[in-house]
């Protein structure tokens, strides 16, 4: 059974950073395209950032030089760095396993002016 497991939730100001992470049981994150999703109330679920199995990496527009995607086999876990942090970043995010089309259960970032 495939689980998804987002941490790293916060508050930070405006300039500030987090690192949110996305620990897998159940399938193998190397072998799976891997993305970062996030929903802003009142709007759609969008891409943030994907690292493939052969970690390429995609990125939105609004977030590339900002954020960093990257994976750690050993702990089968996905990370989303944050830096430069931006109100308009806040949301809740979530990971997502695009291969089984299945989503974690998210994780709220919020980050103030």
């Known amino acids: 059974q495939v689980q998804l497991v987002e941490s790293g939730r916060g508050l930070v100001q405006a300039g500030g950073s987090l690192r949110l992470s996305c620990a897998a049981s159940?399938?193998?994150?190397?072998?799976?395209?891997m993305g970062w999703y996030r929903q802003a109330p009142g709007k759609q679920r969008e891409l943030v950032a994907r690292i493939d199995r052969f970690q390429s990496t995609t990125y939105a527009d609004s977030v590339k030089g900002r954020f960093t995607i990257s994976r750690d086999s050993t702990k089968n876990t996905v990370y989303l760095q944050m830096n430069s942090l931006k109100p308009e970043d806040t949301a809740v995010y979530y990971c997502?396993?695009?291969?089984?089309?299945?989503w974690g259960q998210g994780t709220q970032v919020t980050v103030s002016s």
């Open positions: 159940g399938m193998f994150v190397s072998i799976s395209s």
């Open positions: 997502k396993d695009e291969l089984r089309n299945f």
